[in-house]
């Protein structure tokens, strides 16, 4: 199995936080970064293929996953338009490093060891949702009818319940899926989400919902997220030290 994470976007939302390095270097505490923290715990679970989508400031980025001193295969692969594209479009632009089975992520999202255990242990392809967590308007949704997943996007709210793009993706489904993003991008569908092009072949790449319910699974997308996350870990740090200081 291989990791895609996508690391092409310009964190315009970040402010001056993305004004030196691409949003991924985001610092979460003092000893770990968005995607250290991801590459960790890809590390942990035994994930060791990498695939890493990069644009803005891509030399820094590269340098830095080569200093985290992770026994890991990195491929790098750039977005040449990652200004005028979206994420649709960097899939595209790695397809040739991708007929796998795939771990699909965002390079902003947070995560909890157990969520990714719990989406490894899974039998079928499946994306990480909460039935807990309330609808937000910024956020994907997913409309799941007879226990798979529908549609994804943003615009869903009607049998919907919050998603987040972490994904496991079996060869034979992820190539349904791929398939079609080469379609919407050779068709100069770019500027949309890979999303799009999965809700038009739903009914054949068969992903199934994993329920995270409470625990951490989220984007970063501004900085009021950014605070809520550090929050979270630290009360996630605390919450461990507590259990473990109970069995000592």
């Known amino acids: 199995m291989k990791a895609l994470i996508l690391n092409s976007g310009m964190g315009r939302r ?3 936080l993305t004004s030196k390095y691409p949003k991924c270097m985001t610092k979460i505490s003092e000893e770990e970064t968005i995607l250290s923290r991801q590459l960790k715990l890809l590390h942990q679970c035994g994930i060791s293929d990498i695939v890493i989508t990069t644009g803005f400031f891509d030399e820094v980025l590269v340098k830095y996953c080569g200093s985290l001193d992770l026994s ?3 491929t790098f692969v750039k977005n040449p338009i990652y200004d005028k594209t979206n994420y649709i479009y960097s899939i595209y632009t790695a397809r040739e490093y991708l007929y796998d089975d795939i771990l699909l992520l965002h390079g902003d999202l947070v995560f909890e060891l157990c969520v990714l255990q719990d989406l490894l242990k899974q039998h079928n392809s499946c994306m990480a949702v909460s039935s807990t967590v309330p609808l937000s308007p910024k956020d994907f949704k997913a409309v799941i009818k007879d226990g798979l997943i529908q549609k994804i996007g943003v615009e869903f709210f ?8 972490l994904y496991k993706i079996y060869r034979q489904d992820w190539e349904v899926w791929l398939d079609r993003i080469i379609i919407y991008c ?3 569908q770019v500027q949309c989400y890979a999303e799009d092009a999965f809700n038009e072949i739903s009914h054949r790449c068969l992903i199934y919902p994993m329920d995270f319910m409470d625990h951490l699974c989220a984007e970063i997308d501004t900085p009021e997220d950014l605070l809520l996350i550090k929050a979270k870990l630290s009360y996630i740090g605390r919450d461990r030290e ?3 200081e109970r069995i000592l």
Do not use: I, T
Request: aromatic share 4%; glycine share 10%.
């Open 14 to 16: 970040m402010g001056d």
């Open 72 to 74: 890991l295969k990195y």
């Open 158 to 165: 009607s049998d919907a319940v919050a998603a987040q793009p």
């Open 186 to 188: 050779e068709n100069g």
């Open 242 to 244: 507590r259990r473990r």
